[in-house]
C-alpha cells in the first residue's frame, strides 16, 4: 500500500524553500530539509539522491583531510539523525533510517579490555576510541537506534526501534534489543521470514 502525502500550503512553501537550497548547496542530493549541522563538510561524501529530516547532524572529522562519512545512492535519513566519525562511517545504498538514531565510530575512552580508561581522567579528557562503522545496502534503521563504535549491519538486515547496536549484525536478519541481536532471518527458499 503507498500513503500520498498531502501538505499544507505552508509545508508545500517550506519544501519549495528546501528543494531550492538543497540545489544550491547539495546539489547531488534529493532533498536535505533544515535546520541541518554539518561539521567538516570537506569529509563527507553525501553521495546521490540524499534525503534528510529536520534537525540532522553530521560531524566529520579528519586530520587527513579525507572522506570520513561515506553515503551511498537512495539513503532516507530521517528527523534529528546525528552521526559522527573520526575514521569511516560507511553507509550503502537505498538505506532507511528513522528518527533519533546515533551512529558512531568513535567514544571517549576504551571499555573492553586490559586497556580500559582509567574512570578519575574526566571523560572530555579520555583518548578516543575509534574504530569503524559499515552499514550494506538495503539496511532499515527503526526510531531510536544506537549503533557503537565497530560495528557491521549486513545487507537487508533491520534493526528493530531502540536496539543498540553493539556487535556485528549478519546480512538479512532482523535484530532486536539492547545488545541488538538477531531473532529472524530472511529463507529464500521460503521468501518469509523465520525465527532464528
Known sequence: MKIKNKYSIYQKIKLTIWLIKTKLFYRKSRLIRFPIEIRGKQNIDFGEGLTTGVGCRLEAFS???????????????????????????????????????????????????????????????????????????????????????????????????????????PSYVIAVGVPAKPIKQYNFKTNKWERV
Open 63 to 169: 586530520e587527513k583531510n579525507e572522506k570520513v562519512i561515506v553515503l551511498g545512492k537512495n539513503i532516507q535519513i530521517n528527523d534529528y539523525v546525528h552521526i559522527s566519525s573520526m575514521k569511516n562511517v560507511y553507509i550503502g545504498d537505498n538505506v532507511l533510517i528513522a528518527s533519533r538514531i546515533y551512529i558512531s565510530d568513535n567514544s571517549h575512552g576504551l571499555y573492553k579490555d586490559d586497556n580500559s580508561t582509567n574512570p578519575n581522567i574526566p571523560p572530555i579528557k579520555r583518548d578516543y576510541y575509534i574504530n569503524p562503522v559499515y552499514i550494506d545496502d538495503n539496511v532499515w534503521i527503526g526510531e531510536g537506534v544506537v549503533i557503537m563504535p565497530g560495528v557491521s549491519i549486513g545487507k537487508g538486515s533491520i534493526i528493530g526501534a531502540n536496539s543498540v547496536v553493539t556487535k556485528n549484525i
